[in-house]
């Protein structure tokens, strides 16, 4: 029993099908390695046999589709298991670093100093919101993967009816129809088809509707790379779309294993992106810090005499308070909230550019971005089929008049390199001819935008397949740049002819033709289009043996655009309004034509693309292109576009999906270079160049649209989703959305990441270097600021110790998260290096050294020079109270307060760049100005106000000191600049600038055909 008799015998969509053959080539059942049973070989086999392998029946019942989905399972994806709220709130308070903090805050409740304990947790509220915020808006997002799920329906044939089931219902053997507009419900044999073409790019990335066949295909012979996905031209896929004509296909796989499915069981598998090393390094630093406050406390308990519990059985709280400030002292407590705040005045500035930062984390990763993997539809391209180009043919195929159009997309104006009206004689009848062919063989309607020709009277909307709209974009374009009275208007163009018949586009043809007849004239037509191979040999004049015809098609093809051939007849005789084309044989309606000319058409490359890569070279950024289009279209856009040079490309510079997912690991790190272009590539390729990637110690950015796209977007260090073409699942594992759709964004992305890892390394260096000031001031006076008690004194109060961490730390802190990119920033290498760096540590352990040894300078100075070494009398400690005998103290304390202040406020110059001097960097960040004054102003209050000065601060403001405090700032700008003098004469430079020619690929010996057209 055929097919057609195990099925409804109407035809889909009232057109007559087209039946399955088994002419299709090579016999897989000759390979006892390649199994009927298979689903993934069902485009090897006949349609009968794949039918009935998979229990396809005309009996199909209630029992049958149970039965079905017990054998095969059901049309379910797999969900990403997310995280419950309670999960992502407790996770982000029960961690390491949460835990340092909670130890001071225990340890300033013990001794009962609630303001420092209010600041703690505040701290912690603030770090743990942000992360607690940005974590659960991510695991929303995950939740897209769903709607691959069974929202929609499909039209299926049971017990010979038709009819509507969810889509999670259908099951293997069932057979399934399709029509324009639909969505496919899972992975099919087709059986019949009627003009059917569907739009893949969901899944292979593909720009072009690919024209479905019946046919078996191939079996690969041994050795040999199994059909790419994109090429099984007698499957349908999952999520793919129909963009035109109709179809029916049995059920082959269902829900994760279908091609879709394994991609979504491979996203749902759970499991967060690893630590980013800003993240660990940060992790680690609270960690070697917290170890060395714990031997600080050991010196400062000796100091006190390990007198922890006094004779009456109460905690020595000096003791205790000492250790905790100590603590505080040498913890950048305001270091990770400050970075989530830079981050996230970064993400507003990336937004305001159209990149949309889903998770900040990434924002360190794009500074070390190395590699940029990018799809090439809509990304790096427009996503559009336009026209290309015109070359118009003698009879014979000797082409004598190239012409490329230049103007907007779906808008009839153009710039023509020749202009259409210096034409005359044959080129311009010829050219009328070819319009005239152009819009009388066409299924595509293009027209004036509907309430807009106003505003443009010139824009264009309609429907068709995107090869289709790009040929009447041509006709609408020939017609403005005709500017023929008599041609006013595309209507025009076939004014007078009726219709005579169509012979639909034939996959097995590569033709499509259609009748006319015009009363007014007596005058047939026959109009054919179609793929030159199909075309040329059934015209006249043999115009595929003219070897200029060749060579043009040929160089058209190298540059990756797609040509077809238009050429007519006017000798079938049509002249009564039955005749039809479709009554007589296709092959002698087909023949003997003329032809006109040949059409180029392309999905051409932003503009903004080729600045964009030529950007990433300049900042040792290499770039490549992962696409499920033709190696050849690939090649061509590349070159364009400036991935690959012109010229032949090196062995191994592009390389096909198949044979990269036949490579083994070792193989693949044995290769010099991995390939720039992976063109047919499928999800598995783009997971492995990534992963290939990272084996080489790379940073990979991945871009994409596609749900194909998704599990490498996952995977990769920086993934990057599109936002106007990208799928819900895709911007759900993303890491950044572009909202442009835009290359060039990428680039802006990476700029910024640069930037903010410049910013956050210069602003850790500033706070880390008040810390290493406090503990150098808090631990040498260990050894001479005692009282009379000869228990230690202290130089700044806890609380003024905090306030230094926090409030003067932050405002310089955000000023250099805002300054802007330096103007080289593009043409150095990409980060490699963490934090700390050895520079970094020299840095930030001699400027604190410095700052605390002027602190302590200060402080003795008063207590010294003007007190007389007063420092309390007995019974009486000035660490806690504000007895009169401890003004002088107080005063000294006050000092030393305003000096480190001062001090860390003008050291955030220092810090915006380890070697230049301050007034080479640009002096108009305001921000930067206003936290530098606010900060000294705010020293008033907090140096004068009653209660806050003696009771909270437990200092006192003096007069005269403000002019040493001057002095000693001086001093210390001379000797930072000194430091940065003597960087600059013995170091080696930081970096060097990248030599883009090392980066770029370079093409191998050999000439270049110039490129013949481009557009």
């Known amino acids: 029993m055929s097919v057609a008799d195990s099925v ?180 099919l044999r087709l059986m019949e088809i009627n003009r059917l073409e569907v739009d893949e790019a969901v899944l292979t990335g593909e720009s072009v509707p690919v024209v479905k066949t ?28 129909v963009s035109q004509g109709s179809g029916r296909g049995v059920v082959v796989c269902v829900g994760e294993k279908t091609e879709i499915g394994k991609i979504a069981a491979k996203l749902s598998e759970g499991g967060s992106k690893k630590k980013t090393a800003l993240t660990m390094t940060m992790e680690y630093l609270m ?68 990149a949309i930062v889903r998770n900040m984390t990434a924002l360190e990763q794009l500074g070390k971005v190395t590699d940029i993997c990018s799809d090439k539809t809509g990304t ?75 505003a443009d009277p010139d824009e264009l909307e309609g429907t068709g397949s995107p090869t289709e709209l790009a040929l009447m974009e041509m006709a609408h374009k020939i017609v403005y740049g005709l500017k023929d009275s008599s041609i006013p208007t595309l209507d025009s163009a076939h004014a007078h002819w009726e219709a005579r018949g169509t012979f639909d586009f034939d996959s097995t043809t590569k033709t499509m033709s259609t009748g006319w007849h015009d009363p007014s004239a007596h005058a047939n037509l026959v109009t054919v289009k179609g793929a030159p191979e199909a075309i040329l040999p059934r015209c006249a004049g043999n115009p595929g043996d003219n070897a200029a015809l060749v060579d043009t098609m040929e160089q058209l093809a190298q540059k990756g655009l797609r040509v077809l051939a238009v050429a007519q007849r006017t000798d079938l005789p049509l002249p009564e309004p039955t005749d039809d084309i479709t009554s007589f044989e296709r092959a002698d309606v087909e023949k003997d034509l003329r032809l006109l000319a040949l059409v180029a058409v392309r999905d051409p490359p932003k ?52 044979v990269l997912d036949s490579m083994t690991d070792a193989e693949l790190d044995a290769m010099v270079d991995l390939p720039l272009i992976v063109a047919r590539s499928s999800p598995a390729s783009k997971v492995r160049m990534v992963e290939a990637l990272h084996r080489r110690k790379k940073v990979v950015a991945m871009t994409g649209d596609g749900v194909n796209d998704s599990p490498a977007i996952k995977q990769a260090d920086v993934g990057v989703a599109m936002g106007i073409t990208g799928s819900d699942v ?24 640069r930037r903010i890892f410049t910013s956050i390394s210069s602003f850790v260096m500033h706070l880390l270097s008040g810390n290493m000031a406090e503990a150098v001031t808090l631990l040498i006076s260990l050894a001479f600021v005692t009282d009379a008690r000869d228990l230690p004194v202290f130089v700044l109060s806890p609380i003024a110790i905090l306030f230094v961490n926090t409030v003067t730390g932050s405002g ?56 007389g070494g007063n420092l309390g009398v007995e019974g009486e400690s000035c660490n806690k109270y504000d007895y009169a005998s401890c003004y002088h103290v107080m005063r000294a304390r006050g000092t030393a307060f305003l000096t480190l202040n001062t001090l860390l406020l003008l050291h955030a110059y220092n810090c915006r760049h380890q070697r230049l001097p301050f007034w080479k960097s640009t002096l108009k960040n305001t921000v930067l100005w206003a936290s530098v004054v606010g900060g000294t102003l705010l020293c008033v209050p907090l140096l004068y106000a009653p209660f806050i000065n003696n009771k909270v601060f437990k200092h006192l403001g003096g007069d005269w000191e403000w002019g040493m405090v001057a002095a000693m700032s001086v001093v210390f700008m001379a000797f930072a600049e000194m430091y940065k003098a003597i960087k600059r004469a013995t170091f080696s430079p930081l970096y060097k600038l990248v030599d883009s020619s090392k980066v770029a690929p370079s093409a191998a010996p050999t000439s270049a055909r110039r490129p013949i057209m481009s557009a």
Not at 14 to 35: C, H, K, T, V, Y
Request: with cysteine; glycine share 8%; charged share 15%.
């Open 730 to 753: 895709t911007k759900g594992v993303a890491d950044i959305v572009i909202a442009d759709d835009n290359f060039a964004t990428i680039v802006s992305a990476v700029q910024e990441g």
């Open 607 to 658: 503009n903004s693309s080729i600045v964009a890569v030529k950007k990433c070279f300049s900042a040792g950024i290499v770039v490549r292109m992962l696409t499920g289009d033709h190696p050849s279209t690939a090649e061509a856009i590349a070159k364009e576009i400036g991935i690959i040079p012109e010229g032949t490309a090196p062995k191994g510079m592009i390389m096909t999906g198949p």
């Open 380 to 454: 790096l391209t427009e996503g559009n089929m336009r026209p290309a180009g015109l070359v118009l043919c003698d009879a014979d195929g000797r082409p004598h008049q190239q012409l490329i159009p230049d103007g907007p997309r779906h808008n009839r104006r153009a710039t023509w390199s020749t202009p259409l009206t210096d034409l005359s004689g044959a080129d311009a009848s010829l050219l009328r001819d070819t319009l005239r062919a152009l819009v009388l063989c066409s299924t595509a309607k293009l027209v004036p935008v509907h309430g807009h020709t106003e």
């Open 287 to 354: 960690y070697f810090l917290l170890v060395v406050g714990v031997i600080f406390g050991v010196f400062i308990f000796t100091a006190f005499r390990w007198e922890i519990v006094m004779p009456d059985g109460s905690v020595n709280n000096e003791a205790l308070l000492y250790a905790s400030a100590t603590l505080v002292a040498i913890l950048p407590e305001a270091a990770i909230v400050l970075i989530t705040v830079t981050m996230a005045i970064s993400v507003r500035r990336m937004a305001a550019s159209n």
């Open 812 to 867: 310089p802190a955000i000023g250099i998260a805002l300054d802007e990119c330096p103007p080289d920033l593009m043409q150095r290498p990409p980060v490699s290096h963490g934090l700390f760096t050895f520079e970094a540590i020299l840095d930030f352990t001699v400027y604190g050294c410095m700052m605390g040894a002027m602190t302590l300078a200060t402080f003795s100075a008063y207590i010294w020079g003007v007190a």
């Open 8 to 187: 409804e015998a109407s035809s889909v969509g009232g057109l007559p099908p087209i039946l399955a053959e088994d002419n299709g080539g090579a016999d897989a059942s000759a390979r006892p390695d390649i199994q009927l049973n298979d689903p993934s070989k069902a485009h090897l086999f006949a349609a009968d046999e794949v039918f009935h392998v998979f229990g396809g029946t005309n009996s199909s019942d209630a029992q049958w589709v149970n039965q079905q989905r017990q054998l095969y399972g059901s049309n379910q994806l797999a969900e990403a298991k997310g995280k419950s709220l309670a999960s992502v709130i407790f996770w982000n308070f029960v961690n390491p670093l949460t835990a340092i903090l909670l130890a001071v805050l225990i340890l300033a409740c013990i001794i009962q100093e609630w303001i420092e304990a209010v600041v703690v947790v505040i701290v912690i509220l603030l770090n743990a919101g942000v992360s607690i915020v940005q974590e659960w808006k991510s695991e929303q997002s995950m939740a897209a993967i769903r709607h691959l799920g069974g929202a929609t329906s499909a039209t299926v044939v049971r017990d010979g009816r038709k009819q509507q089931v969810p889509l999670g219902e259908v099951v293997v053997g069932d057979v399934v129809e399709m029509k324009q507009g639909d969505v496919v419900p899972a992975d």
């Open 214 to 241: 019946l046919a078996r295909l191939p079996a690969p012979k041994e050795g040999e790379f199994d059909i790419a996905v994109g090429d099984r031209t007698n499957m349908c896929f999952r999520q793919t779309s």
